[in-house]
T-cell receptor, first 110, second 113 residues
Framework: DADVTQTPRNRITKTGKRIMLECSQT?????MYWYRQDPGLGLRLIYY???????NKGEISDGYSVSRQAQAKFSLSLESAIPNQTALYFC?????????FGPGTRLTVT | GESVGLHLPTLSVQEGDNSIINCAYS??????FIWYKQESGKGPQFIID?????DKRQGQRVTVLLNKTVKHLSLQIAATQPGDSAVYFC????????????FGTGTRLQVTL
């Protein structure tokens, strides 16, 4: 969905490196989310934010941090990447319960 | 908490046939349900939703059925087309839970010609 963009789309990094994934949205939504997707597992929530001053941990927040720089921007950081953080990462936005997803970032940690 | 499961990881149907994808949830307090479609290389896209005060809702070629008694919902796709090939997820929430969705693991629909 072009209304939600993610950068980069693909990234290969080494163990121990810091990496930031960025998400921008033009839908004007207050709520933004970060998920990871692994084969055979559903989308799992990492962090979510209901506005610039409201950040909440999801079910798998360990090893991740986030920053809500503006209503339209929500970034996810891996302070020290490890191989089991290799996954597909999705950003999403919503104004209620239906969530709109970005195209995803494929992250590989070697 | 909520857990969501899908009955089949893969479903293969012939073009033109109807497809039925199932989903089960655990929390009887869940009251809002969404089906998403995820094509290869893309993020999930909204297909259809249903609230717990309904047991059926229809869209274009899609129907969602909700059975709250057994905590089960299904997505029916009529006259399945090759473009329907994708992974389908159900997502469930209780509208008192700050809009957090719990996702199922997905069913891959393969459409054969």
């Amino acid at each position: 969905d072009a209304d939600v963009t993610q950068t980069p789309r693909n990234r290969i990094t080494k163990t121990g490196k810091r990496i930031m994934l960025e998400c921008s949205q033009t839908k004007g939504h207050d709520r933004m989310y970060w998920y990871r997707q692994d084969p055979g597992l559903g989308l799992r929530l990492i962090y979510y934010s209901f506005d610039v001053k409201d950040i909440n941990k999801g079910e798998i927040s360990d090893g991740y941090s986030v920053s809500r720089q503006a209503q339209a921007k929500f970034s996810l950081s891996l302070e020290s990447a490890i191989p089991n953080q290799t996954a597909l990462y999705f950003c999403a936005t919503s104004d209620a319960y239906e969530q709109y997803f970005g195209p995803g970032t494929r992250l590989t940690v070697t | 908490g909520e857990s969501v499961g899908l009955h089949l990881p893969t479903l293969s149907v012939q073009e033109g046939d109807n497809s039925i994808i199932n989903c089960a949830y655990s929390n009887s307090a869940s009251d809002y349900f969404i089906w998403y479609k995820q094509e290869s290389g893309k993020g999930p896209q909204f297909i259809i939703d249903i609230r717990s005060n309904m047991d059926k809702r229809q869209g274009q070629r899609v129907t969602v059925l909700l059975n709250k008694t057994v905590k089960h919902l299904s997505l029916q796709i009529a006259a399945t087309q090759p473009g329907d090939s994708a992974v389908y997820f159900c997502a469930v929430t209780h509208t008192g839970t700050a809009s957090k969705l719990t996702f199922g693991t997905g069913t891959r629909l393969q459409v054969t010609l």
